[in-house]
């Protein structure tokens, strides 16, 4: 069974920083796509950064581009998401998502739970 | 300001069909696929259209899903009320090194 548990949600100050993880289970973790998307409560999804399987290709979006950074340790079958100058704009739920393969693309089939970041 | 456009609301009784577009760009749509989400209150969200018009194993195939050129739609038929949830299109795009991009939701009630 797939799973992904994220953890590292809080509460941070304006300009701080958090590392949020997301660890697999139940799949090759090396050979899939990782993402991480958020949702202010209430309001619609956002993309905010992929890392796809093999090669280690990175994205960004523009709103976390240059403070915001993805990672993956395919040892520990877990992605990061470095959380870096926050704002109170990056205040979400973050879920981490398992691409279809090892490509970077819009097709999510398992999702996290979701960690709740606060930023005040 | 979303990069894909979706209405803000639809709504259809049981039995109705009903469609969310979703419009994009050249940079998106026209060039990659559409995926569809589905969101129910409380969860995360689930794929129930993949590259345009696939359906993955599991969900009804009252759900089904079309492109062209720059706009894509969700089509729901036969509408029950457990399909009232929040649904996303979702595309990748190609300017700036690519990127991936949702549109602003669309809210489906079911009267």
């Known amino acids: 069974e797939v799973q992904l548990l994220e953890s590292g949600g809080d509460l941070a100050q304006p300009g701080g920083s958090l590392r949020l993880s997301c660890t697999a289970s139940?799949?090759?973790?090396?050979?899939?796509?990782m993402t991480w998307v958020r949702q202010v409560p209430g309001k619609g999804l956002e993309w905010v950064s992929s890392?796809?399987?093999?090669?280690?290709?990175?994205f960004y979006a523009d709103s976390v581009k240059g403070r915001f950074a993805i990672s993956r340790d395919n040892s520990k079958n877990t992605v990061y998401l470095q959380l870096t100058a926050l704002r109170a704009d990056d205040t979400a739920v973050y879920y981490c998502?398992?691409?279809?393969?090892?490509?970077?693309?819009?097709?999510?089939?398992?999702w996290g739970q979701g960690a709740p970041v606060t930023v005040s | 300001q979303s990069v894909l456009t979706q209405p803000r609301s639809v709504s259809g009784t049981p039995g109705q069909t009903v469609t969310i577009s979703c419009s994009g760009s050249?940079?998106?749509?026209?060039?990659?696929?559409v995926y569809w989400y589905q969101q129910l209150p409380g969860t995360a969200p689930k794929v129930v259209i993949y590259?345009?018009?696939e359906r993955p194993s599991g969900v009804p195939d009252r759900f089904s899903g079309s492109k062209s050129g720059t706009s894509a739609s969700l089509a729901i038929s036969g509408l029950r009320s457990e399909d009232e949830a929040d649904y996303y299109c979702?595309?990748?795009?190609?300017?700036?090194?690519?990127?991936?991009?949702f549109g602003g939701g669309t809210k489906l009630t079911v009267l």
């Open positions: 139940g799949f090759i973790f090396a050979d899939y796509a």
């Open positions: 590259r345009n018009d």
């Open positions: 979702a595309s990748w795009d190609n300017r700036l090194g690519g990127r991936g991009v």
């Open positions: 998502a398992r691409g279809h393969s090892w490509e970077s693309s819009m097709r999510f089939d398992f």
């Open positions: 050249d940079s998106n749509l026209a060039t990659n696929y």
């Open positions: 890392f796809s399987g093999g090669g280690g290709k990175t």
